[in-house]
C-alpha cells in the first residue's frame, strides 16, 4: 500500500520529530581516538602525513587521554613506535614495551577511560611487514604466535580490548584461546578489523620513523580489495566463527 496512504514526509515536519525518529546519532561518546607512542622521555613529533598527529612520549600522551576523558570520548587505541627493531618484531611481545608501559599509565591517571590496543607487528619489524618473512614471503602460522604473545602482554599489563590489524589468517581464534589459557577471560573478543587496500590507509605508514629500506613485498598479499565484496564478505564470516565464548 503507498500514497496517499502512506506519506512518509509527515515524520520529516519538524526538528523536534525529525531527530526523535532519527536512526543514527554521532556523538563524543561514540569516538575512540587513536594515539601513536613512543618511549621517548618526554616531547612529541608531528607525523609529516597526518598533520595536527604526533608520536607522543608517554607524558605527552597522559595529557591527551585526560583531556579525551574530559570531552567524553570514552576509549583510546594505542598504536607502539619502539626504539629497537628486528626481523621478528620482538618488542611487540615485550611485557615492559612501549604500548604495555603506555597502558599502565593510562589506566593509573584515567582508570575509567577505554584502552585498545592495535596488535600488529609492522612497527616493530625491521622491515616494516606485518609478519614473519623468510625468502620474500610473509609467514601466516609464525606471525599469529608472535601476535598471541603480544596481545596477551597488552591484556597482562591492563588493556580492554585488543584489536588485531595483521589479516592473518586464523588469528582470531588463536589470540582468544591464549588469552583464555592464561587467565584474561574478562577482556571482550579481539574486535575485528579489515583493513581494506585503500589510499586511506597510507598516511598510517607515516608515523613509522624512517629506517632502514623496507622489503619490497607488496601489502596487497594480505590486505582486502574493495572491488572483492564477496571474498571480503567470506572472509568476515570466517573471522566472525572464529572466537571461543
Not at 574530559?70 to 620482538?90: E, H, M, N, Q, W
Request: with cysteine.
Amino acid at each position: 500500500m503507498g500514497f496517499p496512504t502512506h506519506r512518509p514526509r509527515r515524520l520529516r515536519e519538524s526538528e523536534a520529530l525529525r531527530r526523535m525518529v532519527r536512526e543514527t546519532e554521532l556523538s563524543a561518546g561514540h569516538l575512540i581516538y587513536p594515539l601513536f607512542v613512543t618511549q621517548e622521555k618526554k616531547g612529541k613529533s608531528e607525523i609529516a602525513s597526518m598533520p595536527g598527529q604526533y608520536r607522543l612520549s608517554i607524558p605527552e600522551l597522559l595529557k591527551e587521554t585526560t583531556e579525551a576523558a574530559r570531552l567524553g570520548i570514552p576509549a583510546v587505541i594505542l598504536f607502539g613506535i619502539p626504539k629497537t627493531k628486528d626481523d621478528y618484531g620482538s618488542a611487540a611481545c615485550d611485557p615492559r614495551g612501549v604500548v604495555p608501559q603506555a597502558i599502565r599509565a593510562i589506566k593509573e591517571k584515567t582508570p575509567d577511560l577505554l584502552v585498545i590496543t592495535d596488535v600488529c607487528i609492522d612497527e616493530y619489524t625491521s622491515h616494516g611487514h606485518c609478519g614473519v618473512v623468510k625468502e620474500g614471503k610473509i609467514l601466516n602460522d609464525e606471525t599469529v604466535e608472535i601476535l598471541s604473545k603480544m596481545a596477551l602482554a597488552h591484556a597482562e599489563a591492563g588493556a580492554d580490548m585488543i584489536a588485531p590489524s595483521d589479516m592473518m589468517d586464523g588469528r582470531v581464534r588463536i589470540l582468544r584461546k591464549t588469552l583464555d589459557e592464561n587467565g584474561q577471560t574478562r577482556d571482550p573478543d579481539p574486535l575485528l578489523r579489515r583493513q581494506i587496500c585503500l589510499l586511506l590507509l597510507r598516511p598510517f605508514s607515516g608515523c613509522r620513523p624512517i629506517g632502514p629500506p623496507v622489503r619490497k613485498i607488496d601489502k596487497a598479499i594480505r590486505w582486502m580489495r574493495p572491488i572483492g565484496a564477496r571474498r571480503s564478505g567470506r572472509w568476515r564470516s570466517i573471522s566472525k566463527k572464529e572466537p571461543i565464548s
